[in-house]
């Protein structure tokens, strides 16, 4: 794979003086939480971003908030930079370190501190893993609503660093909207909490800036976020259309009748014949597209909302519907979906778009990038969260072939930069990472991105905190 | 010549701040004004006001989505929803009852100090609606931030920075929000008699149910009659709201009903009743009482409203009531602000913060309105102050 997407140049000073820096870090953290050997230190080289790697000069895993404030502050002393690191599931390059840098994995930061039902809050260290949170409380009757698709492994310190989302966000909103208070440490190892179990906070809304800053605010290190009351019950149906254009306009009808069901995903022929064979969900094979819709509630409520669905879907052409006969048929559905680019993986090497359109431009977006794809001779599988329109192209291609691998980043590109024409923007949940972070003047102007690297001085003047990410390396504001 | 610049573009609002930024001349920001007494008084030789940056510039009823300038009445903007069966779930209050100002509330202002009602327990703040902005900086620079999709990462999210930032980072120019289909029908379920301490359990009891509640409110004895009329039971009353399709509202209905009958009489409000409720509880109509009496916003965890008011009772003269599960408590003081002692016991039950909403000129200028932040918070506050307005321009001293 060509190197198209630049890294910052190491520091030399930081390189000659690594067993010195390895050393002090030894000092500064109890046995074992510390990684310098290069044998180590592979694991951390990418993410799931795996077109790029940079081996990292070392790797610090603290237990405590205290040691990542005591790494923080002596990395900024000497101007190390730091790159934090969740799962390491970044499908944006967010978590891929640099040859200079110390990641701070937070995996061992995995405990649930605080269960909290009457106020309907938990607090968790932030490598606590997403689905643990809602495995924590489902007895009780509860969840924590954000579920990415690698939910089993991507943790919610990842999720705040990116703002995840996932399937049911349509209807409970992506993890800003479910998060009410997080411990964090800037960049010179100063603690500060903001929010906590209240639904606001006052002041300035840094709660609402870090989230989704990509690390580079400071390290979230605990976080309160919000639980909901399960509900009652929960359906998946499916519907099939023989071409993508009547799907995407049924589902823009259901949106703007009012209706909005829990989860609304799409998936195209190479999708469903991809999923079908991961997961033997049932998914019809004979359609050009499927709808997977989520309503919940009552028996009553569900069947009142799928009668109305269904008279719509009818009105564009539905070829197949099908609804979930059990709760394992149920899950196989969600299984299904929730693999779709593990499984693709099993087939070819991809790279996942993340662009988000205003839902009325579905249906040509969908068309323009397949003419895209075919203008680059290449094979695309599309899965996304349709009901907010984002979309998620997943461009197949050969990672041992230079040539085609830069025809897939090119043929990426020009479908983000489609996306953001259409009225949309550029990545919807998975964040700008390095993946895009060369595309943000086709969406923001230089003066846009001038006032958000301010913003970004006032809590890292020194700009060491994961510094290689989402702003262009050119136009930044002079060290 | 008029002490307020009143611009008609956006680009006449940028060279205005830039003048402004030039000579170091501070403005005081204003919407329609209606709710400008929120925070510390401003210290400005000049106002500038968005109220001619008006009209609806885009609106989208089937992609929920509307673009409108900073200055368009809040009435034009509830007009048109209207006409879509569509609404801001976020139900933002109107200040011009407790606050006793007249005049239009702007889009711009409910933006800028981040206002949300009841629906805030399920359905957001105004911060979570708000997808993309313009706005000018201290440096006369017209930025643009988030857009009009509703999942949006790409950088950095200004969007909520400048939302709740009472103009004190940028003039808003232009809003662009998320709408949502009024529910088709609604019903409150109402028990009564039930002491704060009870109403705090029932209450989180209900929201755990599987009803989906979009409003949990508790109006004490000395407020209720206000809200609900005299034919009900007598004793506060705990209301707890329900939306939806028409089948769902009826059967949860029941539920909580039934649920709650066995602690409480309960009874049902219809649909109408239950959209006047709702709003007299979010633009607070107790407390509009034409007076000046100090009238605090406090936001605590839930379960911890009324353990604050308790304490408060047995010091000085009080009057609440809650909303947000308890969560939100709209306190009256009946004589001084008290503001010393009411920080003090927030802290004492775990922490959340008090905004003074309303008070006499002397009062407000002796107490600081917003809840003071720990000092490494408030040293970022001002770095990141500085960032957008770095001569000071926008509103000094409103924040702190």
């Known amino acids: ?84 690191r969740g799962a390491g599931t970044s499908l944006s390059g967010g978590a891929i370190p640099q040859s200079d840098a ?112 990509e690390g580079q605010l400071g390290i979230v290190t605990e976080a309160t976020v919000r639980l909901l009351a399960k509900p009652e019950g929960s359906r998946p149906v499916l519907f099939g259309f023989m071409s993508s254009e009547e799907a ?29 064979a991961f997961a033997q969900a049932g998914y019809p094979m004979d359609v050009e597209a499927l709808l997977i819709v989520e309503v919940e509630g009552s028996e009553a409520e569900m069947e009142a909302m799928l009668a109305s669905i269904i008279a719509i879907a009818r009105r564009h052409g539905v070829a197949t519907i099908r609804e979930s006969q059990s709760a394992a048929q149920a ?45 680059y001779g290449l094979r695309v599988a599309n899965v996304f969260h349709a009901g907010d329109g984002n979309m998620h192209p997943l461009i197949l291609y050969n990672i041992n072939d230079p040539e085609d691998a830069a025809r897939a980043e090119a043929a990426g590109n020009d479908i983000l930069k489609l996306c953001v024409d259409a009225g949309g923007c550029l990545t919807g949940e998975h964040g700008v990472g390095i ?34 990410k989402v702003f262009p390396l050119e136009g930044r504001p002079a060290a | 010549m008029s002490m307020n610049f009143e611009p008609t573009s956006e680009a006449e609002a940028a060279d205005i701040i830039r003048q402004a930024a030039a000579h170091a001349v501070p403005l005081a920001i204003t919407g329609g004004g209606t709710r400008s007494g929120l925070g510390n008084s401003v210290r400005a030789e000049r106002g500038l006001s968005t109220r001619r940056l008006s009209g609806i510039l885009s609106y989208n009823p089937a992609e929920m989505t509307m673009s409108a300038r900073a200055g368009t009445p809040m009435r034009e903007i509830e007009a048109a929803l209207a006409g ?7 139900e933002p209050m109107d200040h011009r009852g407790v606050m006793g100002t007249s005049g239009e509330p702007t889009i711009g202002g409910v933006f800028a100090a981040n206002v949300s009602g009841p629906r805030r327990i399920t359905a957001g703040a105004a911060r979570d609606h708000l997808l993309g902005i313009r706005f000018i900086n201290g440096s006369g620079e017209a930025i643009k931030s988030g857009g009009r999709v509703m999942k949006n990462v790409t950088g950095l999210d200004l969007v909520k920075l400048l939302c709740g930032s009472h103009g004190t980072l940028g003039l808003l120019t232009e809003v662009t929000f998320k709408v949502l289909p009024l529910p088709p ?35 004490t004895e000395s407020v209720r009659y206000r809200f609900v009329g005299t034919s009900h039971p007598e004793g506060a009353a705990t209301v707890l709201r329900l939306e939806g399709l028409p089948a769902s509202v009826a059967v949860r209905a029941e539920k909580l009903k039934a649920a709650f009958a066995q602690v409480a009489p309960a009874t049902v409000l219809d649909h109408e009743a239950t959209e006047k409720l709702w709003r007299d509880i979010r633009d607070v109509k107790p407390y509009a009482d034409g007076t000046q009496k100090p009238l605090w916003r406090v936001s605590v965890a839930p379960t911890a409203g009324h353990q604050l008011v308790a304490a408060l009772r047995l010091q000085t003269g009080v009057d609440a009531f809650y909303d947000w599960q308890g969560g939100l408590v709209w306190l009256r003081m009946e004589a001084d602000a008290e503001s010393e002692m009411l920080r003090r016991f927030i802290k004492g039950i775990g922490g959340g913060h008090a905004t003074l909403v309303r008070a006499s000129d002397a009062v407000r200028a002796a107490t600081p309105a917003f809840e003071p932040e720990p000092a490494p918070v408030a040293a970022l506050s001002v770095r990141l102050k500085e960032k957008f307005d770095p001569k000071g321009i926008f509103n000094p001293g409103k924040m702190g």
């Not at chain 1, 649930?112 to 893993?129: C, S």
């Not at chain 1, 609503?145 to 999720?159: E, F, H, R, V």
């Not at chain 1, 790279?351 to 203008?375: F, N, R």
């Not at chain 1, 993946?435 to 006032?458: C, G, S, T, Y």
């Open chain 1, 1 to 84: 794979m060509p190197e198209t997407i630049a890294f910052l140049e190491p520091k030399p000073s930081v390189l000659a003086r690594r067993q010195q820096i390895v050393e002090d870090l030894a000092d500064i953290l109890p046995p074992g939480c510390l990684i310098s050997e290069k044998r180590g230190l592979v694991p951390f080289e990418t993410d799931a971003f795996i077109a790029y790697r940079q081996v990292p000069l070392a790797v610090a895993l603290p237990e405590t908030t205290a040691q990542v404030a005591a790494v923080l502050k002596y990395c900024s002393r000497y101007g190390i930079p730091v790159v934090p």
């Open chain 1, 435 to 468: 993946e895009k972070r060369d595309l943000m003047l086709h969406q923001f102007e230089q003066v846009d991105l001038n006032q958000q690297m301010a913003a970004r001085a006032a809590f890292d003047p020194q700009w060491i905190m994961n510094p290689s």
């Open chain 2, 84 to 90: 879509n069966r569509q609404m801001l779930a976020f």
């Open chain 1, 102 to 213: 110390v990641v701070i994995g937070l995996s061992k930061m995995s405990r649930i501190l605080d269960v909290d039902f009457a106020n309907r809050t938990a607090t968790v260290q932030a490598g606590v893993t997403n689905i643990n949170i809602s495995e924590a409380v489902s007895a009780d009757g509860f969840f924590y609503a954000p579920d990415p698709s690698s939910q089993l492994a991507c943790t919610i310190g990842g999720n705040i660093g990116m703002n995840s989302g996932g399937a049911h966000c349509l209807k409970y909103g992506v993890t800003t909207n479910n998060l009410l208070g997080v411990k964090m440490v800037l960049f010179d190892g100063t603690v500060i909490e903001l929010g906590g179990k209240a639904l606001d906070a006052p002041g300035y809304d840094l709660l609402g800036l870090v989230c989704g800053s």
């Open chain 2, 185 to 219: 029908a609604a019903a409150t379920i109402v028990a009564f008699g039930l002491d704060d301490a009870q109403a705090a359990a029932a209450m989180a009891h209900a929201l755990a149910m599987p009803v989906e509640v979009s409003g949990a409110a508790h109006l």
């Open chain 1, 331 to 375: 899950a196989l559905i969600w299984k299904g979906r929730k693999s779709a680019f593990g499984a693709t993986g099993r087939i070819a090497d991809y790279i996942c778009m993340d662009g988000t359109v205003p839902l009325g431009q579905l249906s040509y977006v969908l068309k323009k990038t397949s003419e895209i794809i075919d203008s």
């Open chain 1, 248 to 276: 995407g306009s049924c589902v823009a009808e259901v949106i703007g009748s009012g209706i909005i069901p829990v989860a609304i995903e799409f998936m195209d022929k190479p999708a469903i014949g991809i999923c079908e």
